[in-house]
């Protein structure tokens, strides 16, 4: 998987380069993913986990804010599930991350390379369910605690985070905001069902403060393979 990895990650980007290194816009949470349009070729790495249908189950939590409920879409399929890409995508109180940081990236990687930590940022765009280079691996599977700090142009008072998980999903343990000191609030921890190429959805009442950062903490452990991360939306409003 390393060697494959490090063999394809200058062409990958070259293509990055070629395309302006920019975050295509394509998205969505469920299950059946798209056919990839773009020409990028796929990495010639470990197989990709087969898809699986999220199902709408909520997920086993130890830990969660008042009101909170977690998580992962319903089975969609064709239409329904395009229009659901599209809703979440141009949510109006929806914004994703400016920046990110990262426990650790694979190989190292900095700045706008492939699986750099600010593969994360930005609109999701990863089409289908695979080791993709357009999103942020950590530097060993299976090592055990990582995490991923995003952080966002809007402080909101925040009703939602959405994270979308595109390969080996399942690993996020725990979920937090930060107030606009610096603090962090603990709004989820637990076990994360995402199957597939999906969003883990945490719904929430109003914070009662603002939140321009959020950090996810995954236990890459206790599912085999990279556990990769698209993009993380932050749902909420100014006032």
Known sequence: MKLSR???????????????????EAQVETSQPNTRTSGTPTLAARPAVPNEAATASSATSTVAAPGL??????????????????EILH???????????????????KDQESFSSWQASGAPNVEHESDDPHSWASKTEDGGIEWLDLKYGKPVFATAVRIRESNAPGAII??????????????????????????????????????????????????????EIDAVQLVGTEQ
Request: proline fraction near 4%; hydrophobic fraction near 45%; aromatic fraction near 10%.
């Open 174 to 227: 725990k979920v937090d905001l930060y107030d606009e000191a610096g603090a962090a609030h603990s709004i989820w921890q637990g076990t994360d069902p995402t199957k597939g190429l999906n969003y883990f959805m945490l719904n929430f009442p109003k914070t009662s403060f603002k939140v321009a950062r959020v950090r996810v903490t995954l236990a890459t452990n206790i599912v085999p393979g990279w556990n």
């Open 69 to 86: 409920s977690a998580e992962t879409t319903a089975k969609l399929e064709g239409a329904a599930w395009a229009m659901k890409q599209d």
């Open 91 to 109: 949510d109006a109180n929806g914004q994703w991350a400016a920046s990110a940081e990262a426990s650790s990236t694979f190989h190292d990687a």
């Open 6 to 24: 490090g063999l394809l990650l200058v062409p990958v980007c070259a293509l990055l380069v070629i395309g302006g290194c920019k975050k295509k």
